[in-house]
C-alpha cells in the first residue's frame, strides 16, 4: 500500500510583502509537528494575487526559488505553490514544484482570470504539469484553471488513469466559495482522484475576503478536512489503495469519451 501525506497551508497574505510572507511561511513550515512529504502554499503566496507583475517578478533564479530550494532541503520535502516570473520579458502566474534535492518542475497558470484582468498583464501557459512521487501522480492546477473540467481531466488509456491527485492552489474569494467548494468535489468524483484545494485567508488590497475553505477530497467525493475563516496548518495522509480501490469498484473512467485539446 502507498500512502503519500501532504500538508495544507492555508494563510493570510500581505499584500506585495515578500518578506513578510517568506517570514511568516518559512515559521510555520518549521513549525509543522508531523512528518510530511509534500507541503502545499497558495496561490502567488509572496504577493497576494497581485496585478502588478513589473513591480514584482522574479525570475528562476531569484529570492524566492532559491528559498523553496533551502526549505524543501532543510526540511526534507516537497513545497509547492505560485509566484510571479518573469521570462524574455513576460510574465507568469508560476506554480513550483520544489525538490528536496533541489530539482524542480513548473506550471504556467493557463486559465488567466479575465474578470480581474488577469490576462492583461500575464502570460498562459500551455502545458499542463503531471509530477511523479513515490508511484502517486499528481497533477497540478491554479485557482481559475478549476472552472475548466477539460484542462484537468484525466487522460485515459486502455489499462489506466492518468494520475492519482489533482491539486489547485488559489486566491479564491469569499464571494464565489460555493462554487469553489462544489467544483473541487466535482473534480475528484468525475476524476474518480482525491483532491486538495489550498486556499487563502483574509483581505486583499481592494478589501475583498478570503474565506479560504480549503478542502481534501477522496475519489468517491468525501470530504475528509475543510476549514474555512481561519488560517490552518493541516496534515493528512492519503492511500493510493483507495484510488485504485474506487476505480475497481466503479469503473466509470473506462466509458470517457476520447478527446484532444487544440491550443
Known amino acids: 500500500m502507498s500512502s503519500l501525506t501532504l500538508t495544507i ?52 533564479e531569484g529570492e524566492t526559488v532559491q528559498w523553496m530550494k533551502e526549505i524543501a532541503e532543510t526540511n526534507k520535502i516537497i513545497i509547492t505553490g505560485s509566484i510571479i516570473i518573469e521570462v524574455d520579458g513576460k510574465y507568469f502566474n508560476r506554480l513550483i514544484w520544489m525538490l528536496p534535492n533541489g530539482q524542480l518542475g513548473y506550471y504556467d497558470k493557463h486559465h488567466l482570470f479575465a474578470f480581474g484582468e488577469e490576462d492583461k498583464h500575464y502570460t498562459a501557459g500551455n502545458k499542463r504539469l503531471i509530477a511523479s512521487v ?18 484537468s481531466r484525466q487522460q485515459i488509456t486502455e489499462t489506466e488513469n ?6 489547485y492552489v488559489a486566491n479564491w474569494p469569499e464571494r464565489r466559495s460555493h462554487a469553489w467548494k462544489t467544483l473541487l468535489c466535482a473534480r475528484a468524483i468525475e476524476n474518480q482522484c482525491y483532491v486538495a484545494g489550498v486556499n487563502r485567508v483574509g483581505k486583499d488590497n481592494k478589501n475583498i475576503y478570503h474565506s479560504g475553505n480549503s478542502l481534501v ?47
Open 9 to 60: 497551508i492555508q494563510t493570510d497574505l500581505v499584500f506585495e510583502n515578500k518578506a513578510a510572507n517568506l517570514e511568516r511561511l518559512k515559521a510555520k513550515i518549521e513549525n509543522i509537528e508531523q512528518r510530511t512529504e509534500i507541503v502545499v502554499l497558495p496561490e502567488m503566496f509572496t504577493t497576494g494575487f497581485s496585478m502588478q507583475p513589473a513591480l514584482f517578478a522574479e525570475t528562476m
Open 134 to 151: 513515490k508511484g502517486w501522480k499528481i497533477n497540478l492546477m491554479i485557482c481559475y484553471d478549476l472552472r475548466f473540467p477539460v484542462w
Open 162 to 167: 492518468e494520475y492519482h491527485l489533482l491539486i
Open 217 to 263: 477530497i477522496d475519489p468517491l467525493g468525501q470530504v475528509l478536512y475543510h476549514m474555512a475563516d481561519e488560517e490552518d496548518v493541516f496534515t493528512i495522509t492519503l492511500q493510493k489503495e483507495d484510488v485504485d480501490k474506487a476505480r475497481t469498484q466503479f469503473p466509470f473512467w473506462k466509458d470517457a469519451d476520447d478527446f484532444t485539446i487544440n491550443l
